[in-house]
Structures are given as C-alpha cells and as structure tokens.
C-alpha cells in the first residue's frame, strides 16, 4: 500500500480510537435520478428523529449554502483528486458529531457512482483501509439502463465544462456522447457492484431495483416503523429535448459554472412552456440498441 494510504490509516486509527466499538458506516452512492435528493432531504430534516434513534447523518458545513441538496459530495471530490488530508478532515469533522448512542452513520452522494471510474487506484486502497474501520456497507438504487443513460446524458449536458471531463458542457448528440467510453461505462451496473463487494465484502453491497418511493424503502431499512407523509416531492426534473437543444447551443460558449447555473431556472420556464411541442426522444433507434448491448444490469 502506498505511503498516503500508511498516513490515511495512521490517522484514522488515531481517530477512532476513543470509540468504544466500530461504528456502521451507510454509504448511499446513488445511483443519479433515483430519488437521491428525496432521500438526502428527508434524512437531513430528520435529523433529531434519527439521532434519537443513534443514527447520524452528519451535517456538512461546506454545502450549507445548498439546502434542497443537502449531500456529501466532498466523499468522492476528495477521492478523484487524492486530497486525503481533505478527507480525513471531513471525517474528523464527522466524529466531532458522534455521541455515546450513536452507532450508524450515513453519507450519501450520487457523484460516489458518478465519479467511481475516476478515482485513482491510491483511492481505492483508501476506501479499502475505510473498511478496516467501520462496518461499511454500500447502498444503491438502479434505473431501467435507457431511462438512466438517457437523463445522464442531460445532466452531462447541464454541467459546466472541465477540461478533465470529455462530456460535460459539450455540444454532443447523444450518439456521439455514447461513443465516450466514459459516459457508457456508466452503464456497467454489475462491474460497479462487483468492485465494491470486492472492496468491502460480497453480503456488505445491497443493489435495489428502483420502483418509486425510495424514501419509504430506506425508512424501512433504518428501522424507522413510522411511514412518511409524502413532504418529499421528486427533485430535479428532467429537461425536455427542446431545452437540451437549447443548451448544447449554450455549451459552444463554454460559459462559467456560476453563470450557467444562473441560466438554469429560465431554462427550465422554457421547458415547462414548451413542455406540449417538445419532441422528447433523444435517444434514436440504434442508439436504443447500442445501449442495450452495452449495458450490464444487476439480476435483483
């Protein structure tokens, strides 16, 4: 194991040293359009309830100022880039919260699937060591592969440019996007689930087939006997074909990441009004086709 991953064990020994026992560590990846902001605004405004119940879903002051996401994306930034001194900060800031009845905490960001390809091997290793001290288990929903590759694509499409990333904020059909070897690797569900069982153990990964309501689904697994009451609408509705036309014009201009977020509340007015003259088939015939070849779902 490299030397950052001798110093990212060290510390986290040291860390976790003054609990008592080995704390449970949920950690919700996703997958993107899957009710994952539903389930991330429902655990943060449940917070005393869960709390009560030894449950801990960490606040997380570095995205305080995006309250209707209110995520760990620091989890999976701190990976790509293998700032470990980032990630162990963020996870001192995380036992700084523990109490004496806690004994589960939970993380969720979609970007952990997102970005899974994208984390360097040291990274891997580090997740790996994360194992070694906490109960690790790893929590997943997945879409029907044309409905999910389908609204990736928009949000590729949506995101600002980076110069490491060949997909987003580009001008890019959704053919040409699929020729992209790293947006249809997204599509590989089994190979995700296989590398984080090969991480931390086959019984400690749980893939679940996305039907609906995923709020009530993870109410149940936290034990939680009391049902919601349905306050969590679905976030984040897609564009229509007529609006990701829109931006794929917008994207020749490589505009900031501030100011194209300052376009996205008129681009979605647009998409409401043109809502009945859209034609909304992005995905063509033998796109459809490739897809299907390309896929590697999860027998549930």
Not at 89 to 102: C, G, L
Not at 137 to 144: G, L, P, T
Not at 146 to 169: A, H, M, T, W
Request: aromatic share 12%; net charge positive; proline share 5%.
């Amino acid at each position: 194991m490299k030397k950052p991953s001798i110093h990212f064990a060290n510390e986290l020994a040291k860390l976790l040293k003054p609990l008592e026992q080995p704390l449970k560590l949920i950690i919700h990846a996703g997958t993107p359009k899957t009710g994952t902001t539903s389930i991330q605004t429902y655990l943060d405004k449940k917070q005393g309830k869960l709390r009560r119940k030894g449950i801990l879903y960490p606040h997380n002051h570095k995205s305080l100022h995006n309250p209707h996401a209110p995520k760990h994306q620091w989890f999976e930034k701190n990976l790509v880039t293998t700032h470990l001194e980032n990630f162990l900060e963020n996870f001192k800031n995380i036992i700084s919260q523990v109490k004496e009845d806690t004994h589960t905490i939970i993380l969720s960001s979609e970007g952990i699937y997102n970005y899974w390809w994208d984390f360097p091997v040291e990274s891997k290793d580090i997740l790996c060591e994360l194992g070694k001290h906490f109960d690790i288990k790893i929590w997943a929903w997945f879409r029907d592969p044309l409905d999910f590759i389908e609204d990736y694509y928009k949000q590729c499409i949506r995101n600002p440019q980076v110069d490491s990333n060949p997909c987003y904020g580009r001008d890019l059909s959704f053919a040409e996007m699929l020729d992209i070897k790293w947006f249809s690797q997204h599509l590989d569900y089994q190979g995700f689930v296989t590398e984080c069982q090969t991480l931390f153990g086959k019984n400690n990964v749980s893939a679940f087939k996305y039907e609906g309501d995923v709020v009530q689904e993870v109410i149940q697994k936290l034990g939680l006997a009391t049902p919601h009451d349905n306050s969590f609408p679905r976030y984040n509705k897609s564009l229509n074909s007529a609006s990701i036309a829109l931006l794929r014009t917008i994207n020749h201009y490589n505009i900031k990441a501030k100011d194209k977020e300052l376009l996205m509340p008129h681009l979605r007015e647009i998409s409401d009004i043109i809502e009945d003259y859209a034609n909304d088939i992005l995905i063509d015939g033998p796109s459809r086709k490739r897809v299907l070849k390309l896929s590697n779902p999860i027998k549930f």
